[in-house]
């Protein structure tokens, strides 16, 4: 299994980003995908997260309204649409799939995921 993001940079408060987490060696109908971002000095801590029948889940109350999952099966991708993105948004974001002969269920615990990407930086900063 491979997970590759992309779409990280540098962006302005206020500003957007579309991160993508391509896939391979396994396709999304069978696997629940989170995004988990890790700030400067801080723990993993779970953002957003798709099961494989399309069900979101949010995981962190300052994302809301702000931040959106999403997928396009024959590109194998999930997205995450970052809006309004601000300074504390900063870090390093990774995509992780979850292995379905455990669960089908998202979870927003690292623990719980068992491939991941190498991750993309983001950083929010005027």
């Known amino acids: 299994l491979q997970l590759v993001e992309s779409g990280g940079g540098l962006v302005q408060p206020g500003g957007s980003l579309r991160l993508s987490c391509e896939v391979s060696?396994?396709?999304?109908?069978?696997?629940?995908i989170g995004w988990f971002r890790q700030a400067p000095g801080k723990e993993r801590e779970g953002v957003l997260c798709?099961?494989?029948?399309?069900?979101?889940?949010e995981y962190l109350d300052s994302v809301k309204g702000r931040f959106t999952i999403s997928r396009d099966f024959a590109k194998n991708t999930v997205f995450l649409q970052m809006n309004s993105l601000r300074s504390e948004d900063t870090g390093i974001y990774y995509c992780?799939?979850?292995?379905?002969?455990?669960?089908?269920?998202?979870?927003?615990?690292?623990?719980?995921?068992?491939?991941w990407g190498q991750g993309t930086q983001v950083t929010v900063s005027s």
């Open positions: 992780a799939a979850r292995d379905p002969r455990y669960s089908f269920a998202c979870s927003g615990l690292e623990g719980d995921f068992d491939s």
């Open positions: 060696g396994f396709t999304l109908d069978y696997y629940a």
């Open positions: 798709i099961t494989n029948s399309g069900d979101n889940l």
